[in-house]
C-alpha cells in the first residue's frame, strides 16, 4: 500500500481548507474595509455639516433642504454592519471597532438633528433603540429590531438610532446615563420622551408614535 | 463556531479527502484506450441471465449477447426463468431454436443468488458471467472482458462500466450522470485494487473462483457486494474493463429507485458488519483503509448533512413564521436576491462546497471520457437537482432497516 497517496491526498485537501479559510477571511477583510471607508465618508459629511454651522454662526436651512441628510447613508451602513456582525459574530474585535465607530456617527447624527429642528423649525421623528446581543440577556430585541426596521422602510423619514446597550463607548454610556436607561432591554426613547421598556409589536410600537401621522409613508418592497 | 457546522466541515473534508485520493490515483494510471488488438484465446464463456419478471427485455438483452464479437462455439448463454409469473418464459423461447441459447426454469426462492448457482451448476465455460435481463452489451464487450483476463493472469473477475440505457426521464437523467460518476469510481478502485462490487450487469468470472471460495450466498440480497468482499478475504483480484460497455435499465420511478438503493446500501452495511475486520486491516490494502471505511463514512456524512440541512431549513422557516405572528409585521412578498458582492456567501463552507462541486464534476467528465458517453446538459442539472435530496432518503432508510434487522424481498 502507498501510504505517500494518502499522505498526499491529506495535504491538498487540507491545502484546499486553508485556500478556502483564506479567501473567506480576505473577502471579510474587504467587507470591513468597505464599511470602515462609508463611515469616513459619514465621519466628512457630519464634519462638514458642523464646521457649516460654526462658519456660519446658524445652519443653513435651505442648503440641508437641498442636501438633506445622512439617514440613507446610515441606513446602508447599518445593514452592512448588521451582516457583517452576524457572519463574524458579536464579539469580533474589528466589527467592535466598527460598532463603536457607527454609534458615535449616530449620536452625532442624532445631535445635528436636533439643532436643525430647533433652528430650523422642521419636526423630525426619532427613536433611540437600546438592544443587547448578549447570550439570554434580551430575547426579544431581535423581534423588537425587525420591527423598528419595518417601520423605517414604511416610513422614510422615521429616524431610528440603534444602540448596543453595553458597547464599552463613553459617549453611549453618557446618552444612557443622560437618559437614564435602565439595563430592561429592548427600550425605546421616542421623540426624546420618556424611556419606553419590553418588547413592543407592530401595532404597540405605532400607537407609541402618534407622529407618524405626520410622516411620508411608502411600501417596504419598495425601498 | 456551532457543532453543527462543524459536523458539515468533516463531512467536507472526507468528501474532498475521497476526490482528490481518486484524482490522485487518476493521474497515476490513467485508464487507456480502447485497442483493436484481439485476444489470442477465446476461452469458452457462459453467460447466465437469470430473469424474474422480465418479458418485456429478455428479448433485447439475448439479441445484445448474440450480437457479441465472440466465436459462436466459444460463447453460451443460459436463460434462467426465475419462477416468473408473466411471460417471460414465452419470450425466452423464442431464442430456443438457437444452439447457443439454452433455457432452464427454477422455482423462485427470493433472491438472485439462488438463480445464479442454478445456472453455475448448469454451465462449464472457462469463464461464466451474469447479464441482468434488463440490460444491454457493446457488441465488443466480452473481448474487452477477456483481453483484461489475458493481459493479467492474476486476475480472477472483472467488472464492466454500466451505462444508463436510454435515460428518458428525470430520475432516469440524475442515474446518466451517477452511473457515469460510477465508471471514473469503478475504474479508480481497480488502479487501488479496491472494487466493492461485482454488479450484475456482464460481470465475468473465472470458474476456478467459484472451485476456491464457493458460490453465491444470500448476503442480504446484495450476492455481488458479498461475493466481492470475500474474493478480497481470499486474495483474489478483480479488475475493471472499462471498454466492456454495458447499458442498463435503471428504476424510472422514485419508489422504485429508494426500493433497490435501500437494498444496496444495506447491503454494504450488512456485508461491511459481517466483513468488519477487513477495516483498517493493512492486509486488505486499500480496501480496508479507503474504499470501506470512506463508504460508510460517506453514509452517515450523507445522513448527517441532510439532516443538518433539513434542521437549518426548518428552524429558519419557523423562526421567521413566528417573528411573524409576534411581531405583527405583515407578510411581504420576497424582494430580489441583491447582487451586491457585498452581500454575497462567501464563507468557507461555500467555498469548500463550490470545490467539492467542482471536483464531482470533473471526475463525472473524466468518467464521461473513459466511458465514450455522452451527458447532456440537463441531465447534470438533474444529477445537481436530486440527487442530494433523494440519496439520503435511502441511506437513512437503510440504517433503519439494519437497525431494526427488518427482513426485506428482493424488490426490483
Redesign the interface.
Known amino acids: 500500500m502507498q501510504w505517500q497517496r494518502y499522505i498526499l491526498a491529506f495535504a491538498i485537501t487540507a491545502a484546499i481548507f486553508a485556500t478556502a479559510f483564506y479567501i473567506a477571511d480576505f473577502i471579510d477583510n474587504r467587507r470591513i474595509a468597505d464599511i470602515r471607508e462609508i463611515q469616513e465618508a459619514i465621519s466628512i459629511d457630519l464634519l462638514s455639516s458642523e464646521t457649516q454651522f460654526e462658519l456660519l454662526g446658524s445652519l443653513d436651512c435651505e442648503l440641508l433642504g437641498e442636501h438633506p441628510v445622512l439617514s440613507e447613508e446610515l441606513n446602508s451602513l447599518a445593514e452592512r454592519l448588521s451582516y457583517t456582525e452576524n457572519n463574524l459574530g458579536n464579539d469580533n474585535e474589528q466589527v467592535l471597532l466598527l460598532k463603536k465607530q457607527y454609534s458615535l456617527l449616530q449620536i452625532k447624527d442624532y445631535l445635528l438633528m436636533q439643532e436643525i429642528s430647533r433652528k430650523c423649525g422642521t419636526k423630525s421623528v426619532s427613536i433611540l433603540y437600546f438592544y443587547s446581543n448578549e447570550e439570554g440577556s434580551c430575547e426579544n430585541c431581535g423581534r423588537m429590531g425587525e420591527v423598528l426596521t419595518y417601520l423605517r422602510q414604511t416610513y422614510p423619514d422615521l429616524r431610528v438610532y440603534s444602540f448596543d446597550y453595553n458597547l464599552d463607548l463613553g459617549a453611549l454610556q453618557t446618552l444612557v446615563a443622560l437618559r437614564k436607561i435602565q439595563p430592561e432591554l429592548p427600550a425605546l426613547i421616542i421623540s426624546n420622551r420618556s424611556p419606553v421598556y419590553g418588547f413592543k409589536d407592530l401595532e404597540e410600537t405605532e400607537a407609541l408614535i402618534p407622529e407618524l401621522k405626520t410622516l411620508a409613508t411608502t411600501t417596504p418592497q419598495e425601498e | 463556531m456551532d457543532i453543527g457546522a462543524l459536523g458539515v466541515y468533516m463531512c467536507l ?1 472526507l468528501g ?2 475521497f476526490e ?2 481518486l484524482l ?2 487518476f493521474l ?1 494510471n490513467k485508464p487507456g484506450k480502447k485497442t483493436a488488438f484481439k485476444p489470442k484465446n477465446y476461452p469458452a464463456t457462459t453467460i447466465l441471465v437469470p430473469c424474474w419478471n422480465k418479458a418485456k427485455t429478455l428479448g433485447a438483452t439475448i439479441e445484445s449477447l448474440l450480437a457479441l464479437e465472440y466465436p459462436k462455439e466459444k460463447l453460451s448463454i443460459l436463460i434462467i426463468d426465475d419462477g416468473s409469473i408473466d411471460d417471460t418464459y414465452e419470450a425466452a423461447q423464442k431464442f430456443a431454436h438457437n444452439p447457443q441459447v439454452r433455457i432452464l426454469q427454477k422455482k423462485n426462492e427470493g433472491s438472485k443468488y439462488s438463480a445464479l448457482n442454478f445456472g453455475i451448476a448448469n454451465s462449464e465455460g472457462e469463464l461464466v458471467g451474469c447479464l441482468d435481463a434488463d440490460s444491454f452489451v457493446a457488441p465488443d464487450a466480452l473481448l474487452e472482458v477477456v483481453k483484461r483476463f489475458e493481459n493479467e493472469p492474476d486476475i480472477m473477475a472483472v467488472t464492466p462500466a454500466m451505462r444508463v440505457h436510454h435515460p428518458k426521464n428525470l430520475l432516469e437523467l440524475m442515474q446518466a450522470v451517477e452511473y457515469v460518476f460510477g465508471i471514473f469510481c469503478r475504474k479508480m478502485f481497480d488502479n487501488l485494487s479496491s472494487l466493492t462490487v461485482i454488479p450484475g450487469p456482464f460481470s465475468i468470472y473465472k470458474r476456478e473462483v467459484f472451485t476456491k471460495i464457493g458460490k453465491f450466498r444470500k448476503a442480504h440480497h446484495t450476492e455481488d457486494m458479498e461475493m466481492a468482499f470475500r474474493m478480497h478475504a481470499n486474495g483474489l483480484r478483480i479488475a475493471n474493463a472499462h471498454t466492456a460497455i454495458v447499458s442498463t435499465k435503471v428504476p424510472t420511478s422514485l419508489g422504485a429507485l429508494v426500493r433497490q438503493r435501500v437494498r444496496w446500501s444495506r447491503g454494504f452495511l450488512e456485508n461491511a458488519r459481517d466483513y468488519s475486520y477487513m477495516f483498517f486491516n ?1 492486509r486488505y ?2 480496501l480496508g ?2 474504499a470501506l471505511p470512506l463508504g460508510l463514512a460517506a453514509f452517515l456524512a450523507g445522513i448527517y448533512s441532510a439532516i443538518f440541512l433539513v434542521y437549518s431549513f426548518l428552524s429558519a422557516f419557523i423562526t421567521n413564521v413566528l ?1 411573524m405572528v ?4 405583515p407578510p ?2 420576497p ?1 430580489l436576491p441583491r447582487f451586491e458582492w ?2 454575497m456567501d ?3 463552507m ?3 462546497v463550490f ?1 467539492v462541486l467542482a471536483l464531482t464534476l470533473v471526475t463525472i467528465f473524466i468518467g464521461k471520457r473513459i466511458a465514450q458517453t455522452k451527458i447532456p446538459i440537463h441531465s447534470l442539472v438533474s444529477y445537481f437537482a436530486l440527487f442530494g435530496f433523494i440519496a439520503p432518503v435511502w441511506l437513512a432508510r437503510a440504517i433503519w432497516d439494519t437497525v431494526l434487522a427488518k427482513e426485506t424481498g428482493w424488490l426490483t
Do not use: W
Not at chain 2, 326 to 329: C, F, K, N, P
Open positions: 473534508f474532498l479527502f482528490v485520493f490522485i490515483s497515476e493493512p490494502g486499500n483503509f479507503m417573528d409576534v411581531t405583527g409585521i411581504q412578498m424582494g457585498f452581500y462567501t464563507s468557507m461555500t467555498f469548500l470545490t
